[in-house]
């Protein structure tokens, strides 16, 4: 019977040991996202591949005004866009970076004197 407790008592410890690196692990890998995220907001697509690395996915596109709100949300559109005529077509890229433990940062590029520039960014975890 004690050979039982012994063993129940060290599983129980290994898990709980394991349940919190798994937790350092998650705080680290938000911790990563978030900065990475805070210099994506802020760089042309050409400083954040030279800080980051090469895309995994790169996309891009050619919109009209009255289709951006089907990968921008409102509030992007309101702020970049409020000035541009509604039958203008609109360079966007997308380009996804891998951050960490399978996650990744997707942003959202408009094209301006031949640089890319980032509207916004969506995570997944």
Same mark, same amino acid.
């Not at 966007?92 to 408009?110: D, L, P, Q």
């Given at each position: 019977?004690?050979?039982?407790?012994?063993?129940?008592?060290?599983?129980?410890?290994?898990?709980?040991? @394991?349940?919190?690196?798994?937790?350092?692990? @998650?705080?680290?890998?938000?911790? !990563?996202?978030?900065?990475?995220?805070?210099?994506?907001?802020?760089?042309?697509?050409?400083?954040?591949?030279?800080?980051?690395?090469?895309?995994?996915?790169?996309?891009?596109?050619?919109?009209?005004?009255?289709?951006?709100?089907?990968?921008?949300?409102?509030?992007?559109?309101?702020?970049?866009?409020?000035?541009?005529?509604?039958?203008?077509?609109? !360079?966007?890229?997308?380009? @996804?970076?891998?951050?960490?433990?399978?996650?990744?940062?997707?942003?959202?590029?408009?094209?301006?004197?031949?640089?890319?520039?980032?509207?916004?960014?969506?995570? @997944?975890?």
């Amino acid at each position: 019977m004690k050979h039982l407790q012994l063993v129940f008592i060290l599983i129980s410890f290994l898990f709980y040991n @394991s349940s919190i690196a798994q937790h350092n692990d @998650s705080i680290n890998c938000y911790k !990563k996202v978030n900065k990475k995220t805070k210099m994506l907001q802020k760089s042309t697509y050409t400083k954040a591949v030279k800080k980051i690395g090469n895309t995994f996915e790169q996309y891009n596109y050619t919109l009209q005004f009255k289709e951006l709100s089907s990968i921008l949300n409102n509030k992007t559109i309101t702020k970049h866009f409020k000035h541009t005529n509604s039958n203008a077509n609109i !360079k966007i890229r997308e380009a @996804s970076f891998k951050a960490c433990n399978g996650s990744f940062i997707t942003v959202y590029y408009k094209q301006k004197n031949n640089k890319w520039y980032p509207l916004e960014c969506l995570i @997944s975890l």
